[in-house]
């Protein structure tokens, strides 16, 4: 499959005549389109919502779109819940789940009366201790051992520091039931950005198998079922995307099978960020430098404050040279950032087209877990974020950084005036 820009070179050209490289750009209409199509896919279920993973890309511009298309937040920190808050975010338009949560994120999840996710059987006292049990609580289940769709292993839960072992979450509902719970959720995430479309199908099994088993020895009625997120994204070109259609309908035969014959209706719930927004994210840079020396390298405008997953994961992200799709790709280069460390490159031996100083490159697939996971080493500066609108025009959603933010935390004092 053809990996192609939701952005012309002539869109880009203009653009550069007011914003400067780096970028992370976002597409409105794939947004809007996917947020609806997902949606659909799951709409044989009456309480369906999906709660975006605000972690992913946590721009109230891009949260603004997706809560006109119906979704509510999944936030995992207190800012993520201020955020929310100021966007008119509240009650059951929240799921906070978090772990290892400080007092004062469980106090603001209370106020806000979110939805709270518990990770742990100790804080079901913690959080009693803090603002008491609400009404309406979600416990994370961590079923162990080695996660298998068909004979692949997917993940390791049982090396994963989240969520109630099966005794335990038995035992958790028993007690929030009688310090005077009345609404009860069950969630769990066990693999991350998976493209397959049995995923969520496998999950959703072991999920209703075991509401059906907390119903049997407490006597707890599960009001909805939280898969969280781990639906992923094709980043290389040979992968094919998920179906979300197929998916649903593989949870929903799960559904048929194991929940209507126990007499149990639940709304499913999702927390999507990777499969809502990564297609529909790039950041765009531009070539300012080359080298020959033992390998070819393109030197570009953006490092890894712009785009961790790289460096840090050695994770492919597809780059287009803009305006030279239908060349040969006939040179192999390191494409690299300005960092102080090695492992900053986009690409290593990567077969790319002939790369010139002042080409614009497309790397793909930034939309979530892009621009969040940032960062300011060696005194590098976060770029803007631009919003590409349904109308073709260009909207700033975030500013560049410049070096008074940067030197921002140092205004209590006067050492650096």
Not at 184 to 208: D, M, Q, R, W
Not at 212 to 219: A, D, F, Q, S, Y
Request: charged fraction near 25%.
């Amino acid at each position: 499959m053809e990996k192609k820009p939701f952005v012309t070179l002539e869109q880009l050209k203009e653009i550069d005549k007011t914003y400067k490289t780096p970028y992370h750009l976002y597409d409105e209409k794939g947004i809007r389109e996917n947020a609806l199509r997902l949606k659909d896919a799951f709409s044989w279920n009456k309480g369906f919502r999906e709660y975006f993973a605000v972690k992913a890309t946590p721009n109230p511009y891009i949260i603004k779109i997706l809560q006109e298309c119906g979704c509510g937040v999944d936030c995992s920190s207190l800012t993520e819940l201020m955020m929310s808050e100021k966007l008119g975010f509240r009650g059951d338009d929240i799921m906070f789940s978090s772990n290892d949560t400080p007092a004062e994120e469980f106090a603001l999840a209370r106020k806000l009366d979110a939805q709270i996710n518990l990770d742990d059987i100790t804080h079901i006292d913690f959080l009693n201790n803090i603002c008491g049990i609400p009404e309406t609580i979600c416990c994370r289940f961590n079923p162990g051992g080695v996660f298998k769709i068909s004979t692949s292993i997917m993940d390791n839960p049982g090396d994963a520091k989240y969520g109630f072992t099966k005794p335990q979450i038995i035992e958790g509902y028993k007690r929030l039931k009688e310090m005077g719970a009345k609404r009860f959720g069950i969630h769990s995430f066990l693999a991350s950005n998976t493209v397959t479309n049995e995923y969520y199908p496998t999950l959703a099994k072991i999920l209703f198998e075991t509401v059906v088993e907390i119903k049997e020895k407490t006597g707890v009625q599960i009001s909805f079922v939280n898969l969280s997120g781990g639906v992923g994204i094709p980043y290389t070109p040979d992968q094919e995307p998920n179906d979300i259609y197929k998916i649903s309908e593989g949870v929903k035969k799960a559904y048929d099978e194991i929940l209507v014959p126990a007499g149990i209706e639940v709304a499913i719930y999702t927390e999507l960020g990777r499969y809502m927004l990564g297609p529909y994210g790039c950041l765009v840079t531009k070539a300012i430098h080359e080298k020959h020396t033992h390998k070819e390298y393109i030197g570009v405008d953006a490092c890894a404050v712009n785009l961790m997953r790289p460096a840090m994961y050695g994770a492919y992200h597809h780059i287009t040279v803009m305006g030279k799709e239908n060349e040969p790709c006939d040179h192999k280069y390191d494409v690299t950032g300005s960092l102080c460390e090695n492992n900053d490159k986009f690409a290593i031996d990567r077969m790319l087209p002939k790369i010139d100083k002042g080409d614009l490159l497309v790397i793909h697939d930034t939309g979530a877990h892009g621009f969040a996971m940032g960062y300011n080493y060696n005194g590098k500066l976060k770029s803007a974020e631009l919003l590409l609108k349904e109308d073709g025009s260009v909207q700033m959603i975030r500013r560049a950084e410049t070096p008074k933010d940067y030197f921002a935390t140092f205004d209590f004092s006067d050492i650096l005036k």
